[in-house]
């Protein structure tokens, strides 16, 4: 029999059998890849692997390897069914969670005024949770980490609703959980137990999304369903019978559109109402006795009747326990606390539903979720042809991911965003801001001296404040344009071509191509690349990604970067700030061919993923994350950055005796401190002791090795008067790859335990003395220095 792997681009198939086993296997099967369903090759990557799937509707990524598991007879062409659309038929509306139909005026048991309502916001990725949750709370919202877990944890209150609470869970497409971020979302619904679940489903891709639907409304948790994209889908000639689907799924349906903010107020009339009724979905039977001869309706129930003490003991609501159970999921079997006789009687059920169905259980499961799932999209859906934002999207991608162009656009457009952000519009801002923080900076001195205030503060205001500090600052807009920029191509669906496209090369190093976004989001800050790793699904790749991550340069290294390139080598600034960025990655691939033989042998995971269409990032988000982003690089300035300046100051001011020293001696606290280091940093052409303190202080905050840099060399002959250019350029080098800063190694401290942060902090510096003491050897050699 033919494996889908030998499938050819255009052609279509049935799926015979899925291999494998597993966590893998589930994950298949979740996605629609079961035994009976058809599928399309759309394209292979540029470098021949991975391959791009069409699959119900859309469109995943599968490596060969992977494809070569699953078996397939192939479709001639043309005999793909199509679906004719449904009769319409008017249905009664359902009236699920509305006041006045279920609970009359005054009847009915709502929770006592002042339960604080929770809401958990649980949809598939890119179905619009950030838009609606923005929405939602307008600016009552902050950002945090689940408990234990350095997941992005983003709450807030409905806009005009006190008492309310709605939290943004992680995108997942099933409750069976394949990566670590997507079981953070699977307990927060399971132990928290939110008063009410809002589930998002984009419109225009029903099928997938419905999938986590059905799991959900298992859940006995009130649920309303926010039908997301609903634009799209009327732009192109689709339309829902909302009545239907409601009385189908036995919860409330309200069709939004949340980047157009319609809908919304009527989704939270209805989300309020069924928390404060707790008005649970009205149980359906997927299982149709007739389905199959009724196999699987034979064993849920049987299943269910089983283990129903067990999952009310444990809190696990029976259906889902028991779909679970089938599906043979070991956290669910270990929660309930089955005896062996129960395990064994739960086998048998399980055999012989396999027997009679001739499928394995979880194919089984799996197949009866989507059945029911088309009979809803049968019945209730109006499918438009393919839609004007799929046939755009696959235009875009024919240049986007096409053999020829994807590489060559990957790097120009890489290129570009960081041409704009550092040489067109971010110098040009930053100026702008410098020259403004000059003139704060002359008014405050002399204000000071107009008040005749005493010499050394005056000078701890305007060297140590205003130099120190306020270089940082001028820096907000660069960092603020490199997020833009990131987060414009993570939002438009691009950042998943990029995965897709360069998942072959990664494979080379040991990694998958989700592993690039991570490194991306390096640039802009380690701190939240470490977290994104949270969407790896290996344990194995996630370590790796975040050992990797510090060698992307991170924003806050470029201040360096950009002073001493300013004051040594103005004539070929770009020149060596794009050699840094290339040195950094270089360092990497060879660290990581490094550890692929020694700490993390074997191969990186399995990489399906889904190719959402493109489309145009809504503004509200961008903008959004742009000011979390500015606001906690001020606050940083203002704390970390502050202190360390202050007390750097307080140290190079004073001697041991409490007294004031004279400027750039060296009988300072601080020199005296530093100067132990001194000795390390000889060899590297570095032995001087305000480097080294400069050095220092950036383990706290990269900007401050500027800052600090800047107020020590400040009274002498300036500094390049005083290092020559080749120490600067060892300095570069040194500071591209030692320690990142302590909120990363706080993050890796949190993902990985202490073990592996102190690894980081020590083995990064090791490498980057390495790195510049060989650069300065190269140097000398050439006759530099
Ligand atoms: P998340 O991954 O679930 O958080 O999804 P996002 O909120 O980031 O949305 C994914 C993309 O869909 C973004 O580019 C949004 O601008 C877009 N989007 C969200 N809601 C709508 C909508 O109602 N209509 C349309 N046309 N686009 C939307
Ligand atoms: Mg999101």
């Excluded at 692929?596 to 988000?621: C, D, H, Q, W």
Aim: aromatic share 8%; net charge negative.
């Amino acid at each position: 029999m033919m494996t889908l792997k030998e499938l050819k681009p255009g052609e279509s198939a049935r799926i015979e059998e899925v291999g494998g086993t597993g966590a893998l296997r589930q994950h298949f099967l979740d996605m629609g890849l079961i035994p009976g369903c058809n599928v399309t090759v759309v394209k292979l990557a540029p470098l021949g692997d991975p391959m791009e799937l069409m699959i119900r509707g859309y469109e995943l990524t599968l490596r060969l390897d992977d494809a070569a598991q699953i078996r397939i007879t192939p479709l001639a062409k043309g005999t793909e069914e199509k679906k004719t659309a449904p009769g319409r038929k008017k249905t009664p509306h359902p009236g699920l969670g509305e006041e006045g139909i279920f609970h009359p005026k005054g009847t009915g048991d709502p929770l006592p005024d002042g339960t604080l309502l929770t809401f958990a916001l649980v949809g598939n990725q890119n179905s619009g949770k950030t838009t609606l949750f923005n929405q939602l709370t307008g600016s009552n919202q902050h950002v945090g980490n689940f408990p234990g877990v350095t997941v992005d944890r983003k709450d807030g209150m409905i806009r005009g609703h006190k008492d309310t609470s709605i939290t943004d869970l992680p995108g997942i497409y099933s409750m069976s959980p394949y990566s670590s971020e997507e079981l953070v979302s699977r307990d927060f619904v399971l132990n928290e137990k939110p008063r009410a679940i809002i589930n998002i489903v984009d419109a225009t891709n029903m099928e997938r999304n419905l999938y986590l639907t059905m799991q959900l409304l298992q859940m006995e948790i009130p649920m309303v369903v926010a039908l997301n994209m609903m634009d799209e889908l009327r732009g192109n000639g689709g339309t829902v019978d909302i009545n239907t689907m409601e009385a189908m799924l036995g919860v409330p349906v309200v069709p939004i559109s949340a980047a157009k903010n319609e809908g919304i107020d009527e989704l939270v009339r209805h989300a309020i109402h069924i928390a404060k009724y707790q008005e649970k979905p009205v149980p359906q039977d997927f299982c149709s006795p007739e389905d199959h001869d009724g196999s699987m309706h034979r064993a849920l129930h049987a299943v269910s009747h089983l283990i129903e003490d067990h999952a009310e003991r444990s809190g696990v609501p029976a259906e889902f326990a028991s779909a679970k159970l089938i599906e043979g999921d070991s956290q669910i079997a270990d929660r309930l606390e089955l005896d062996d006789n129960e395990k064994e009687l739960l086998q048998h059920i399980v055999l012989q539903m396999e027997k009679e169905r001739g499928l394995d259980a979880s194919a089984a499961i799996a197949d009866m979720r989507f059945d029911y799932i088309e009979r809803i999209c049968d019945a209730c859906l109006i499918r438009p042809g393919e839609s004007r934002e799929h046939a755009r999207s696959r235009k875009i991608d024919r240049v986007l991911t096409g053999k020829f162009s994807a590489i060559p656009l990957f790097i120009a457009i890489m290129g570009l965003v960081f041409f704009l952000t550092f040489f067109l519009i971010g110098p040009w801002l930053q100026d702008l801001l410098a020259s403004g923080i000059d003139s704060l900076k002359e008014l405050a001195s002399n204000g000071m001296e107009a008040a005749h205030v005493n010499e050394t503060i005056r000078k701890l205001v305007t060297e140590g404040i205003f130099e120190g500090v306020g270089s940082v600052i001028s820096f907000l807009p660069l960092i603020v344009l490199l997020f833009l920029f990131l987060s414009l191509l993570e939002d438009s669906g691009y950042i998943a071509r990029v995965a897709f496209v360069m998942d072959k090369m990664l494979r080379k190093i040991g990694l998958s191509g989700r592993s690039i976004v991570p490194m991306l989001i390096g640039f802009g800050c380690t701190v939240p690349a470490v977290m994104s790793t949270r969407t790896l699904p290996s344990d194995r790749d996630r370590k790796m990604t975040i050992l990797l991550t510090p060698f992307m340069s991170c924003t806050a290294k470029l201040p360096i970067y950009s002073f001493f390139v300013t004051a040594f080598f103005p004539q070929f600034a770009w020149l060596i700030i794009t050699g840094l960025y290339l040195l950094g990655i270089l360092a990497g691939i060879l660290v990581a061919l490094l550890y692929r033989k020694t700490l993390f042998r074997g191969n990186a995971v399995p990489f399906v993923m889904e190719l959402p269409n493109y489309r145009i990032p809504s503004p509200r988000n961008v903008l959004q994350l742009l000011w979390e982003k500015a606001k906690d690089f001020l606050q940083r300035a203002f704390t970390v950055i502050l202190v360390a300046t202050i007390l750097v100051w307080f140290l190079k001011s004073f001697n041991f005796h409490l007294n004031l020293t004279a400027p750039d001696a060296d009988d300072s606290i601080l020199a005296v401190i530093s100067s132990v280091l001194v000795p390390v940093f000889v060899p590297l052409g570095l032995g001087d002791w305000r480097l080294i303190t400069s050095l220092i202080s950036g383990f706290m905050a990269k900007e401050s090795v500027v800052s600090i840099t800047q107020m020590l060399f400040v009274a002498g002959a300036g500094i390049t008067a005083e290092i020559s250019p080749l120490a600067a350029v060892c300095m570069l080098v040194f500071c591209l790859l030692y320690t990142p800063c302590v909120a990363a190694i706080a993050s890796i401290r949190r993902e990985m335990g202490r073990k592996w942060a102190w690894f980081t902090v020590l083995w990064q510096c090791g490498i980057a003395w390495i790195a510049a003491l060989a650069v300065r050897l190269i140097g000398m050699l050439l006759g530099a220095g």
